[in-house]
């Protein structure tokens, strides 16, 4: 385990234009957002979505563009069925059936067809895979339901839900983080007026409860298991377990559970990414509603330093 204190980041403005494209696939549509940064090297960072986020909100749209821009990257990100506003408001039942049982496979097999409707981002070059919160695991299913063998490079797994729970208490360690998430939001508060004046907020129905449902029984381990057998990456891979010190939503002490089980699961095994579980001093789970500090971490993590 290390721990990082992040700050002091210099954020340049981006001059990136984002493009969002909503994509059919079988029995939904999902909206695909792609900022192309790249220069030297050809380097794709996918982003798969908290439950608050979607491609569509002006401040993730910024979030996404400083990292193509900092990161000299194209940023891929993909909304989850049923958030957001291009993509599908209704779950379809496949997903939710999943959902419910905490298998995020139906959802994930749905975007990769999307994903995979547009440029092919498992063709040569570089793929990172991060996610925050409800992305975790959402990567981990994608990574383990990738079409393509050794393509994963990096993965990023940042305030994951490790502990079974109930949903009431899963909400209560949300309502806790609310003083720092305001907090965090009065670093970017031109972000947040734009954001309320654009009124741009996914449409929620009677199944919003599926989504914090399906972290109550979290599979985030069995997953990255099933890609490390699946061969999901490649041999040279390094895999990311992040948290704040200051989260009761992804605590320390859960973090170094998954850390330590997955060591000792796959302890000898070929094609398993090296591990590095990371703290970060004085943070928690609201970290991606400060701008400068979350593309930092993404900057530390996947830019490799000479």
């Given at each position: 385990?290390?721990?990082?204190?992040?700050?002091?980041?210099?954020?340049?403005?981006?001059?990136?234009?984002?493009?969002?494209?909503?994509?059919?696939?079988?029995?939904?549509?999902?909206?695909?957002?792609?900022?192309?940064?790249?220069?030297?090297?050809?380097?794709?960072?996918?982003?798969?979505?908290?439950?608050?986020?979607?491609?569509?909100?002006?401040?993730?749209?910024?979030?996404?563009?400083?990292?193509?821009?900092?990161?000299?990257?194209?940023?891929?990100?993909?909304?989850?069925?049923?958030?957001?506003?291009?993509?599908?408001?209704?779950?379809?039942?496949?997903?939710?059936?999943?959902?419910?049982?905490?298998?995020?496979?139906?959802?994930?097999?749905?975007?990769?067809d999307a994903l995979l409707a547009g440029?092919?981002?498992?063709?040569?070059?570089?793929?990172?895979?991060?996610?925050?919160?409800?992305?975790?695991?959402?990567?981990?299913?994608?990574?383990?339901?990738?079409?393509?063998?050794?393509?994963?490079?990096?993965?990023?797994?940042?305030?994951?839900?490790?502990?079974?729970?109930?949903?009431?208490?899963?909400?209560?360690?949300?309502?806790?983080?609310?003083?720092?998430?305001?907090?965090?939001?009065?670093?970017?508060?031109?972000?947040?007026?734009?954001?309320?004046?654009?009124?741009?907020?996914?449409?929620?129905?009677?199944?919003?409860?599926?989504?914090?449902?399906?972290?109550?029984?979290?599979?985030?381990?069995?997953?990255?298991?099933?890609?490390?057998?699946?061969?999901?990456?490649?041999?040279?891979?390094?895999?990311?377990?992040?948290?704040?010190?200051?989260?009761?939503?992804?605590?320390?002490?859960?973090?170094?559970?998954?850390?330590?089980?997955?060591?000792?699961s796959t302890d000898g095994t070929f094609?398993?990414?090296?591990?590095?579980?990371?703290?970060?001093?004085?943070?928690?789970?609201?970290?991606?509603?400060?701008?400068?500090?979350?593309?930092?971490?993404?900057?530390?993590?996947?830019?490799?330093?000479?």
């Open positions: 385990m290390v721990m990082i204190n992040l700050g002091g980041y210099e954020l340049h403005p981006s001059p990136l234009e984002a493009s969002i494209a909503t994509i059919p696939v079988e029995d939904v549509d999902i909206d695909v957002l792609t900022v192309d940064g790249r220069t030297d090297e050809d380097h794709t960072i996918l982003i798969t979505e908290p439950y608050s986020g979607y491609v569509g909100r002006i401040d993730e749209r910024a979030r996404l563009k400083a990292i193509a821009s900092q990161l000299s990257a194209r940023v891929i990100a993909i909304d989850n069925i049923g958030l957001g506003i291009g993509t599908t408001h209704e779950i379809p039942q496949e997903v939710r059936d999943g959902l419910a049982e905490c298998d995020f496979t139906p959802l994930a097999t749905r975007q990769w440029e092919d981002i498992l063709a040569q070059g570089k793929l990172s895979i991060v996610g925050m919160s409800l992305g975790v695991p959402v990567a981990t299913a994608l990574a383990k339901n990738i079409p393509k063998a050794g393509a994963i490079d990096r993965m990023v797994l940042i305030e994951g839900i490790y502990r079974p729970g109930s949903l009431g208490s899963l909400g209560v360690k949300f309502a806790s983080e609310m003083r720092d998430w305001g907090d965090y939001k009065k670093q970017n508060t031109d972000l947040f007026r734009q954001l309320q004046r654009e009124g741009k907020f996914p449409h929620l129905g009677s199944w919003a409860y599926v989504y914090p449902q399906a972290l109550t029984r979290p599979r985030v381990k069995e997953d990255l298991l099933a890609a490390v057998q699946a061969r999901s990456f490649k041999d040279s891979a390094h895999l990311d377990i992040v948290n704040g010190s200051r989260s009761r939503v992804s605590p320390t002490a859960d973090n170094m559970t998954l850390a330590r089980e997955y060591r000792l094609g398993s990414p090296d591990m590095l579980h990371t703290v970060l001093q004085g943070e928690s789970h609201g970290i991606i509603d400060d701008l400068a500090k979350y593309v930092q971490l993404l900057d530390i993590l996947l830019v490799p330093r000479r």
